[in-house]
């Protein structure tokens, strides 16, 4: 499940995912929001994972395709997570995401929502 984050700042869309992703998270939550984004001109986004167990095939479908749809548009991603195999896969993949990508932990979600600002 991912559920769209109130009180972001202007210019930063957040989510909070937890369970298992699936397809229709990101068609009914992830995709409307980043297509107002993506028209405004830049996607600076931040994803607070703390019961993350992964994505079906559908998620990660939409996932790549997302990723790509606003290709120019992507500024900053930043994940949040205590979860040590998101970390280390956000290390080692996050190059092939658009745009500059940073994980932090869950006490450092201000750091993120600044940085991912910045």
Do not use: C, N
Not at 10 to 27: H, N, P, Q, T, W
Not at 51 to 78: P, T, Y
């Amino acid at each position: 499940m991912i559920e769209l984050l109130d009180g972001m700042p202007a210019g930063v869309i957040g989510f909070e995912a937890s369970g298992k992703l699936a397809a229709e998270d990101y068609r009914d939550v992830v995709l409307p929001a980043l297509e107002v984004a993506a028209e405004a001109g830049e996607v600076r986004f931040l994803i607070v994972m703390r019961d993350f167990q992964g994505m079906s095939g559908g998620a990660l479908w939409q996932d790549l395709k997302v990723g790509f749809g606003h290709l120019k548009a992507w500024k900053r991603i930043a994940v949040v997570t205590d979860i040590d195999w998101v970390h280390h896969m956000t290390s080692l993949f996050g190059w092939m995401t658009p745009g500059e990508t940073r994980v932090f932990a869950l006490d450092d979600r201000d750091a993120a929502v600044a940085w991912v600002l910045g």
